[in-house]
């Protein structure tokens, strides 16, 4: 037993050997893909790609084989690649390709070459001057701003006269960004990421710009600073604004809010709580004995002229329970002014306030409307189905009449006498009844006519058949073929 479990364990082992060496080559460190080397230096450069298994290298330049024709270029027999001589022209993208029998990998550097002599450096087949910003083993890259989001929070600043100010512009890239300042369009002094103002004057407010740039780009920033007077009273509502409205469910209500303050106020929506409504704190605010919500979506702040602002709060689509009292809450830094206005809602021809006694009031006042609706139709609706049940009887007898008639018709119709027969027609049916009576023993003529009873004294038109086809030769008979078969 023993014995096959050693077996088994050196079959697994050289399982193991086997799939492990049946694999492609892989990159072996870390790869430094951008190599700087000075024009007449030596280069070994090599491929940082391994194989358990014995594989083939090569080299490429920008897409060409590297081969043995090349005069300063070798491959040694571990697959790096030796470059004497360094010239401009060796900078560019060199790609080693490393196969064995199960794959390849590619592994790419980008070659610069360094002129310490005129201060530049060639990659590809561009020039670039050397700057002490610049990484060359690094990727280059233009100027971004780390912190834009924090910027952007900031980017309308109103400060008091005599204060200061420091306005930061803080930017990356490879090669390190280079610093410009601009206000309202025309170049400052300052060539650093942030610049810093004190005792501020009303002529310091304006536009400020910030640029940052490098060889491969530039990015820009504006600030907009305004600087006031010491600020000597809080903000004013101008009157009347905002009006109570009275609308009904679903119509759209704009409350509007007018502003007169030295500095841009800060305006909010509150809305006044009933004690019995139940309201996280954290939205609420208590001032005088009364709690208010914050209203959200409390609208754009307009600036007008000579510091007038304009502020507004809509309701798209207004119901019942968006009724009650409403406030416009201005603030600045010497204190805060409120004005309110109240919604009523209706609801057909009611009122519907917040108060549950106005809703059951309005309810019932609905209720006892439609019930004397009810009474005053009351005959209209007795008298409507008896004149239709009436219309539908008088319809029934008409149609049965009017059966009738058609019956009757039809009756008359069937019942009527026959057309007389005409003489030539008769003759002539008596003429053949008579040549067929003679091929008979018994004559049926003669048999039916002896059972007729007896009738008052006529001339006698009793002929025998010779006689009557003596008369008919004398007389040709007529004969139309469109005649009409009658009946005898």
Not at 34 to 57: F, H, W, Y
Not at 215 to 231: A, H, M, P, S, W
Not at 302 to 330: I, M, R
Request: charged share 25%; with cysteine.
């Amino acid at each position: 037993m023993g014995v096959v479990t050693v077996y088994q364990g050196l079959l697994f082992l050289l399982a193991l050997v086997f799939c492990s060496a049946n694999s492609p080559p892989s990159l072996s460190g870390k790869v430094m893909q951008r190599v700087p080397v000075r024009i007449g230096k030596n280069i070994k450069q090599p491929c940082n790609a391994q194989s358990d298994m014995p594989e083939l290298t090569q080299w490429k330049k920008d897409g060409q084989s590297i081969n043995p024709g090349w005069d300063r270029f070798k491959i040694s027999q571990d697959g790096e690649l030796r470059i004497r001589d360094v010239e401009k022209s060796d900078a560019g993208l060199y790609t080693c390709i490393a196969t064995n029998g199960f794959g390849s990998v590619n592994v790419n550097y980008t070659i610069i070459v360094i002129d310490d002599e005129k201060q530049v450096f060639y990659e590809g087949d561009k020039e670039y001057q050397i700057t002490a910003d610049e990484d060359l083993t690094k990727d280059g890259s233009p100027p971004y701003f780390e912190d834009l989001d924090i910027m952007r929070k900031s980017m309308h600043l109103e400060k008091p006269v005599r204060s200061t100010i420091k306005l930061t512009c803080k930017a990356e890239g490879n090669p390190r960004p280079e610093f410009s300042w601009l206000k309202n369009g025309h170049s400052l002094p300052q060539r650093r990421s942030h610049i810093k103002m004190t005792e501020l004057t009303q002529a310091d407010s304006g536009a400020y710009t910030c640029v940052a740039r490098n060889r491969l780009g530039q990015v820009n920033f504006t600030y907009d600073v305004e600087i006031i007077d010491e600020i000597s009273e809080k903000p004013k509502l101008i009157a009347p604004h905002p009006l109570s409205q009275n609308v009904t469910v679903g119509s759209p209500v704009t409350f509007q809010c007018f502003i007169e303050s030295g500095v841009k106020p800060e305006v909010k929506w509150l809305k006044r709580l009933d004690h019995s409504e139940a309201i996280p704190p954290a939205n609420v605010i208590e001032y005088d004995g009364e709690r208010f919500i914050v209203l959200k979506n409390a609208g754009v702040l307009l600036e007008k002229q000579d510091g007038h602002y304009l502020n507004k709060y809509v309701l798209s689509k207004v119901q019942p329970k968006d009724a009650g009292t409403f406030v416009c809450f201005a603030t600045n830094r010497r204190g805060f002014t409120t004005r309110q206005a109240h919604l009523t809602v209706r609801q057909g021809s009611y009122v519907v306030e917040n108060s549950e006694e106005e809703i059951e009031k309005a309810f019932n006042n609905s209720s006892n409307q439609s019930s004397e609706s009810a009474e005053t139709n009351l005959p209209l609706l007795i008298g409507l189905p008896s004149c239709a049940v009436l219309f539908f009887i008088l319809l029934a007898v008409f149609l049965m009449q009017r059966n009738n008639r058609c019956h009757r018709s039809d009756n008359s119709v069937k019942k009527s006498p026959r057309p007389p027969v005409p003489p030539h027609e008769r003759d002539a049916f008596y003429y053949s009844s008579c040549q067929q009576q003679q091929q008979q023993t018994v004559n049926p003529l003669l048999t039916s006519r002896e059972k007729l009873p007896p009738k008052t004294p006529t001339p006698s038109m009793d002929m025998t058949c010779s006689e009557f086809s003596s008369v008919s030769r004398n007389h040709p008979q007529y004969y139309n073929p469109n005649h009409v078969t009658y009946g005898y």
